[in-house]
């Protein structure tokens, strides 16, 4: 490094030192070529001055034939040492003469061979000759010539002398002078260099070369420190992409377990889901047997029936589950929320768990707040929640288990804990109990199974309530805590949504109805109920025959399926609606469209309530009630 830095600096001086030469030496050669002419010109000029002044001078000599008189004038010429000889001719002879006491005897002999020449001069050597005519009224009467020393050389080489001792004196002052600037020049590129060097050495981009100078050292070294910095910057860059890269491997790695742990529970999921189907068809298809081989026996034919509603209920219970996840995953789930009480919810919650629970012998605890907990809510949904919670509890709690539910309010929450003595969950497993198709218990010797979807559809509820639900345990066989914390509501302003009260207390006999579907088992079945009833029922199986039987039988009110043949149930509802004779009747959407879009569209095209299939009985005869209010609201039939 020191060996370069030495020859920086003999870079430098050489270049300074031959500049300076060079300027010296053409400056030299310019002031020789000027003083050579200057010096010509002026010797010249002072010689051509002194013989025309002479030859004014003897001009009348000549015209008098007097030599003395130009000899006289002649002898003048001892004021000027440098002039060797002088003399003045006429008609080809010498009129009269000059020699200098130091010029050699035969000096005037250089004028026989000057004496005729034209004006000028001429140099020979170490001498110049000025020849000027004497011009006396226009006519040439002489010439007067004079021999002068020319002294250039000696002037030259003094010159020289004079040039080489300033370029000496230059040449030390540059030398001294370019000593003195190494420090502005040098020294920043030695710091540069330096710089560089301990970067390679040590990858240490944060180093940083002093500023010393605002010239183009000064700009060189912004240049390399702004380099350094963007090296920095993309060295960091490409260590953060490498750290980002090395991430996302291992979220790589981990979704591909996730991938393939989703791929076996959806594997486990549809051997749960055939199973959990079956379970309930297999007692369906025993209570139809014994319906068959009952005959009379009232008892028997009752215990079937009842264990069919059991059964049926199990498997709409299971596909609303499926349905409802997939609402909410597809964000097609939407709340009808209205300011409600919560310890009504945990009630109607309490109730539709209780037989379970009851049938599994727990005992269940309930604490509610002494003041009513008001939440902006809807209560079907929250409801459902809480019976998730509770059906859970119950199912994986040995028989003869305690079931708690409390809640308690917390600043601006209200807390409801769902507490149970049974199976536990193991500390691994909690991340994991509200995933998707999750089963705590994955052994074939359970009791109890399920989907799997229970908590999961439990949790999105209560997200889009605003509020949380966590899970605890201390562990296998220690039991399960479910926390559901919620918001409470601005008692001061009103609900989203009121809750629509329709008197339910008409009767349900002596309607004429019209029933319309294209499952013929269906519309069959509920026309029988509806019969069974003492009410007056025809049946239609697609829409242009439901059109024209309505018309001739003008129904007080109509059950239509939407996917009717021929003519769909949108389309048939607008035509009842703009007929004369049917527009009064009530219409009733039974269809297995259930998503908020299809109940949108229903009520657009005319109809007054929506059923999703399975229709339970009790929707149907809550209908059959409000045929004195239709023209209240319409809104959804749901179980509270």
């Known amino acids: 490094m020191l060996a370069r830095a030495r020859s920086v600096r003999q870079k430098v001086m050489v270049v300074v030192l031959a500049t300076t030469v060079t300027a010296l030496l053409v400056t030299a050669l310019a002031m020789l070529l000027y003083e050579t002419r200057a010096y010509r010109s002026a010797v010249v000029s002072d010689l051509t001055t002194q013989a025309d002044i002479l030859a004014r001078a003897t001009a009348p000599a000549l015209a008098f034939d007097d030599p003395a008189a130009a000899s006289e004038n002649l002898a003048l010429l001892r004021a000027r040492p440098q002039i060797l000889a002088a003399a003045i001719t006429a008609r080809g002879r010498t009129f009269a003469s000059y020699r200098a006491p130091d010029a050699p005897a035969d000096v005037l002999t250089h004028f026989a061979a000057d004496g005729g020449a034209g004006e000028g001069y001429t140099i020979r050597g170490r001498e110049i000759t000025v020849v000027h005519a004497i011009v006396e009224n226009n006519e040439r009467v002489g010439t007067v010539l004079i021999l002068a020393r020319f002294e250039l050389l000696s002037r030259l080489t003094d010159y020289l002398g004079i040039l080489a001792a300033v370029l000496i004196a230059s040449l030390t002052a540059a030398v001294l002078l370019s000593a003195a600037l190494q420090r502005g020049i040098t020294e920043p590129i030695l710091a540069l260099a330096d710089t560089a060097h301990r970067v390679m050495d040590r990858r240490d981009f944060s ?62 999921f549809l051997a749960t889901l055939a199973h959990e189907l079956r379970n309930p068809l ?17 008892d028997k034919a009752q215990q079937a029936r009842e264990m069919m509603e059991r059964q049926l209920s199990q498997m709409v219970r299971l596909v609303d589950d499926l349905l409802d996840v997939s609402r909410i995953t597809t964000g097609k789930l939407s709340l009808r929320k209205e300011l409600v009480e919560l310890g009504g919810i945990v009630r109607s919650a309490v109730d539709t768990a209780r037989p379970f629970i009851d049938a599994r012998h727990h005992v269940l605890e309930v604490t509610l707040p002494p003041r009513p907990v008001m939440l902006a809510a809807d209560p079907t949904r929250l409801a459902q929640v809480f019976s998730n919670l509770l059906n859970n509890a119950a199912k994986f709690t040995p028989l003869h288990g305690r079931i708690g539910l409390a809640v308690e309010r917390d600043g601006g929450d209200v807390v409801v804990k769902v507490t149970d003595n049974g199976i536990g969950i193991d500390v691994d497993q909690l991340p994991t109990v509200f995933e998707m198709f999750a089963q705590v218990d994955q052994s074939l010797e359970r009791t109890q199974a399920g989907l799997g979807v229970g908590l999961t559809l439990a949790r999105r509820l209560t997200e889009l309530h605003g509020g949380s639900l966590a899970a605890s345990s201390g562990g296998p066989g220690r039991g399960s805590t479910f926390t559901v914390r919620l918001p409470l509501a601005d008692t001061t302003a009103a609900a989203e949504h009121r809750p629509i009260h329709d008197a339910s207390n008409g009767a349900t006999a002596g309607h004429r109805v019209l029933v319309v579907d294209d499952n013929q088992d269906f519309a069959n079945s509920l026309a029988l109920i509806l019969r069974t009833m003492d009410n007056d029922v025809r049946v239609a199986h697609d829409g242009v025959t439901a059109l024209e039987l309505a018309r001739q039988f003008h129904p007080d009110i109509g059950f239509l399926d939407i996917g009717l043949p021929r003519l769909n149930g949108y389309d048939l509802a607008r035509r009842l609606r703009d007929d004369d004779g049917t527009a009064a009747m009530t219409l009733v959407a039974i269809t297995g469209w259930g998503q908020e879009k299809d109940r949108r569209k229903a009520f657009e095209c005319g109809f007054d309530h929506h059923l999703v299939k399975p229709v339970e009985t009790a929707h149907v005869l809550e209908i059959l009630g409000r045929i004195a209010t239709r023209h209240a609201s319409p809104g959804d039939v749901r179980p509270s």
């Open 282 to 298: 297999a007692p369906l298809r025993n209570a139809l047997a014994i319906l068959k081989l009952a005959g009379n026996d009232p």
């Open 207 to 268: 180093l940083r070369v002093p500023k010393t100078t605002r010239d183009e050292v000064g700009y060189l070294v912004d240049a390399f420190n702004s380099m350094l910095a963007e090296v920095g910057r993309r060295s960091e860059a490409l260590e953060e992409t490498n750290r980002s890269l090395s991430r996302e491997m291992e979220e790589r790695r981990g979704a591909e377990d996730a991938l393939r742990a989703a791929d076996r529970r959806k594997d486990e």
